[in-house]
């Protein structure tokens, strides 16, 4: 919420609190205040410039020749085989938790739905990156068909890969799931996605590491606390090996 200094001598002015001082800015406790509302104004408004910048978008000349597969690149289980051998047509992506609408989507809606290409550079932990072009929905325009509670503060990407016996897992705050260029990628380099590379849905949130980027995605989940999902840090590897839950780049 933006409070512009007009609203909160407003505010203060209805609610009694001015009593009879009319000379608000002479009067120093109240100038005070007012500076420090100021400071933090600024200080949110950048912060969220911050998050809502533009990662770098390239030119198909700078393409990877190479994109490697990293983690699970394969979630076998017998559902996920009997999806890939159906070409994923009974396969529904869910969306539910706090949401007004919870929705089971094909992927042949999510494939007709306005699509956003973005060559982009994805840069993994462990000390390799890769430029590739990635196709896919925005996810801003799945949650705004599901409608989100106004208590949602999280969405959680539910994968069909085990690690160790332990489901992938990862979330975003809602800065991130409405980010622009923050997509369910369908597509890959001009191709339908790889089971490699997370068919039939990966996530793709370009202002963050590798490990953010959840393949195999089956389910997305809107939620008000993180602490219940997985083991509680927010996705596997925060679970597991305790990395950054907020793997800003
Ligand atoms: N479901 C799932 N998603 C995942 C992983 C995984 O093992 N399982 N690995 C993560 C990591 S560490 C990276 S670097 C990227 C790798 O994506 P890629 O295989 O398309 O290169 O996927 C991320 N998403
Ligand atoms: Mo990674």
Same mark, same amino acid.
């Given at each position: 919420?933006?409070?512009?200094?007009?609203?909160?001598?407003?505010?203060?002015?209805?609610?009694?609190?001015?009593?009879?001082?009319?000379?608000?800015?002479?009067?120093?406790? /109240? *100038?005070?205040?007012?500076?420090?509302?100021?400071?933090?104004?600024? /200080? @949110?408004?950048?912060?969220?410039?911050?998050?809502?910048? @533009?990662?770098?978008?390239?030119?198909?000349?700078?393409?990877?020749?190479?994109?490697?597969?990293?983690?699970?690149?394969?979630? +076998?289980?017998?559902?996920?085989?009997?999806?890939?051998?159906?070409?994923?047509?009974?396969? *529904?992506?869910? =969306?539910?938790?706090?949401?007004?609408?919870? @929705?089971?989507?094909?992927?042949?809606?999510?494939?007709?739905?306005?699509?956003?290409?973005?060559?982009? *550079?994805?840069?993994?932990?462990?000390?390799?990156?890769?430029?590739?072009?990635?196709?896919?929905v925005p996810l801003k325009l799945l949650l705004d068909l599901a409608g989100l509670r106004p208590s949602a503060r999280y969405i959680v990407f539910h994968c069909a890969d085990r690690i160790?016996?332990?489901?992938?897992?990862?979330?975003?705050?809602?800065?991130?799931?409405?980010?622009?260029?923050?997509? @369910?990628?369908?597509?890959?380099?001009?191709?339908?996605?790889?089971?490699?590379?997370?068919?039939?849905?990966?996530?793709? =949130?370009?202002?963050?590491?590798?490990?953010?980027?959840?393949?195999?995605?089956?389910?997305?989940?809107?939620?008000?606390?993180?602490?219940?999902?997985? *083991?509680?840090?927010?996705? /596997?590897?925060?679970?597991?090996?305790?990395?950054?839950?907020?793997? +800003?780049?």
């Open positions: 919420m933006i409070v512009t200094r007009r609203k909160l001598i407003g505010g203060l002015a209805a609610g009694g609190l001015l009593g009879g001082c009319d000379r608000l800015g002479e009067s120093p406790p /109240f *100038r005070k205040i007012l500076f420090s509302a100021e400071q933090a104004h600024r /200080f @949110l408004q950048r912060a969220l410039t911050d998050r809502m910048a @533009l990662a770098r978008e390239y030119r198909s000349d700078q393409m990877s020749p190479v994109f490697r597969t990293n983690g699970t690149n394969n979630p +076998g289980t017998p559902d996920y085989q009997a999806h890939v051998d159906t070409g994923f047509t009974n396969w *529904r992506l869910q =969306v539910d938790g706090l949401v007004a609408r919870p @929705l089971a989507l094909p992927l042949a809606e999510l494939r007709s739905m306005p699509t956003r290409v973005q060559i982009t *550079r994805h840069d993994c932990v462990e000390g390799w990156s890769a430029i590739g072009k990635w196709h896919g160790g016996g332990a489901p992938y897992y990862e979330s975003l705050d809602l800065v991130d799931a409405f980010h622009p260029q923050t997509i @369910l990628a369908w597509g890959m380099n001009d191709r339908l996605l790889s089971v490699g590379h997370g068919a039939p849905v990966r996530l793709r =949130v370009e202002r963050q590491l590798g490990y953010k980027h959840a393949k195999y995605v089956m389910r997305l989940e809107a939620v008000d606390d993180l602490r219940r999902a997985g *083991r509680g840090k927010g996705g /596997f590897w925060e679970d597991v090996a305790d990395y950054e839950w907020y793997a +800003g780049i």
